[in-house]
């Protein structure tokens, strides 16, 4: 569906992510996302941040600055919105006082979208909030093969916080909840300090795929991405992006940042480069505006949320 006009938008004074039309998510209900292709939704939930918080602010910031992003999508040749039917559907309904009941309803809002056939595209929040989402995704598709692009692991174990459900944890739990398929997690961006040499014992354990932030710069972004697309086959396969991937030159606001990371390109690269794998759902967290300096990185964020809707298949 195309976007609103910029006129339209301007006199109308709200939002939606992309100058979308927006639907009201009924959880009771499916039929309103039954003719969309993709639905984009947020949740603003920060509250399994270890450190800085403030990422529950980025569904807004980033519906402001994605109306800059345009539709057409020059490498791939096409026009995003005119070819897929998208919608913004809103905010999952999230307490900050309750990670435990968060979590379900997150579960249930993406249950409702996969249920409506529509491919969840979902804006955190922190990266807690990918492990309900990944569990709403595996129950209709089965276990799903996890692209994952971030600085860190996210398998921390228990003890580190005395907590099993936060930030540091999503893939962790996914893993042990048998929602990642046999070899089909591959995390990408690794760098920084580790606790220990038995950081990555988690992801071997499972047979994950370890591509360091260096290993993209040293084979290139289309090298990485074919191997993915390798990795990955014909699985339904979500995609699950923390900004922290990126360098903190390119995108300063988020909690836990790590020097030496992937470069605004790299990662847009990437993503694009993906294009053929089957894509069942995807979120983009950890973008915390309070933290940004001149929306770089919301706005990257945005054409980050753009390139992931522009890998589904055309109409
Ligand atoms: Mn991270
Ligand atoms: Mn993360």
New binding site residues.
């Given amino acids: 569906m195309p976007q609103q006009s910029i006129a339209e938008y301007i006199r109308h004074g709200q939002t939606p992510f992309f100058r979308l039309p927006t639907r009201t998510l009924d959880f009771e209900d499916a039929r309103p996302v039954r003719e969309l292709d993709a639905a984009i939704l947020g949740v603003p939930f920060d509250g399994g941040t270890t450190y800085q918080p403030g990422a529950r602010f980025a569904p807004y910031q980033l519906r402001r600055v994605s109306a800059l992003v345009q539709p057409y999508h020059m490498g791939h040749d096409f026009d995003v919105f005119a070819e897929l039917s998208v919608a913004d559907v809103g905010n999952i309904p999230v307490s900050p006082f309750n990670a435990a009941a968060t979590r379900e309803i997150i579960e249930v809002g993406v249950s409702t979208v996969v249920a409506g056939g529509a491919v969840p595209f979902v804006v955190g929040g922190?990266?807690s909030i990918?492990l309900p989402c990944l569990r709403a995704v595996s129950r209709c598709h089965g276990p799903v093969a996890l692209v994952?692009l971030?600085?860190?692991?996210?398998t921390t174990a228990p003890g580190a916080w005395m907590e099993l459900f936060h930030?540091?944890t999503?893939?962790r739990n996914a893993l042990g909840e048998g929602l990642i398929s046999p070899g089909g997690l591959v995390q990408v961006g690794l760098r920084g300090s580790w606790k220990g040499d038995d950081d990555d014992a988690c992801t071997r354990k499972y047979d994950g795929r370890i591509v360091t932030a260096g290993t993209v710069a040293a084979r290139g972004v289309e090298a990485v991405a074919a191997s993915i697309r390798d990795q990955v086959g014909d699985r339904p396969t979500y995609l699950?992006i923390?900004i922290?991937?990126v360098d903190p030159a390119f995108a300063p606001g988020t909690g836990?940042p790590v020097p030496g990371g992937l470069t605004s390109r790299e990662v847009l690269g990437l993503v694009g480069a993906l294009r053929g794998i089957g894509l069942v759902g995807m979120d983009l967290?950890?973008v915390a505006p309070a933290l940004d300096h001149a929306d770089i990185t919301s706005l990257l964020g945005a054409h980050l949320l753009f390139e992931a809707l522009a890998l589904l298949p055309r109409r």
């Fill in positions: 922190d990266h990918t994952h971030d600085a860190h692991f996210d930030h540091g999503p893939i699950s923390d922290d991937v836990t967290v950890e």
